[in-house]
């Protein structure tokens, strides 16, 4: 039996659990930005167990968020099934997230560690101001996948309709421009407009 091509509709449970995901990796990621920014000189101690802790939180909810996405009734797991143009992406996208996952056990591995050589803590700091950036490179691309897919599927956007029902894209026949990499702009400028 051949594979559907398109996308029958939003799976509202898939969508849900997404969001909620996404909500508890967003709070996780917040705890840990503060117990980063506090004071560590004079009570390293103190600051390394309140970043492990926080840290130990972001584990198990980013966790549960690959193992959520990995369902078959995930967003990702429907858009990789209906869309065969996007497979690769969605694959790129959970492998990325795997390698995030590492880095986030490995740090914690090594915060965990009895602290005999004294905590860099400026290190520390560097190396999860790196994973929280990835971390959230990681969600834009998502949500620019999940968008794509479903705009593409039923050629609306999501959730911007006017008072009569239709979308832009709808009324003016256009779809939107898509976003390009850092990479192709310097290839490839975008033209540049006569109406300034």
């Known amino acids: 039996m051949p594979e559907p091509s398109t996308l029958t509709s939003l799976p509202v449970g898939g969508r849900d659990a997404w969001r909620a995901d996404q909500d508890r990796t967003l709070a996780a990621m917040h705890s840990l930005e503060a117990a980063l920014g506090a004071a560590a000189p004079g009570r390293e101690s103190s600051w390394r167990a309140a970043v492990l802790a926080t840290l130990v939180v972001l584990d198990e909810v980013t966790d549960d968020e690959f193992a959520n996405s990995t369902n078959p009734d995930s967003l990702l797991s429907d858009i990789k099934r209906t869309q065969p143009r996007l497979r690769t992406r969605v694959r790129g996208l959970r492998t990325h997230y795997a390698h995030l996952r590492q880095t986030i056990t490995s740090i914690r591995a090594e915060l965990a560690k009895p602290d005999d050589d004294g905590t860099d803590f400026a290190d520390v700091r560097q190396r999860l101001a790196w994973l929280l950036t ?10 620019d996948l999940i968008y794509e897919a479903y705009y593409d599927a039923f050629n609306t956007e999501l959730g911007v309709d006017d008072d009569h029902g239709q979308s832009l894209a709808q009324q003016t026949g256009r779809r939107p421009r898509r976003a390009r990499s850092p990479q192709s702009l310097t290839k490839h400028p975008p033209a540049q407009s006569d109406d300034r």
């Open 134 to 143: 990835a971390l959230r490179h990681q969600r834009a691309r998502e949500s």
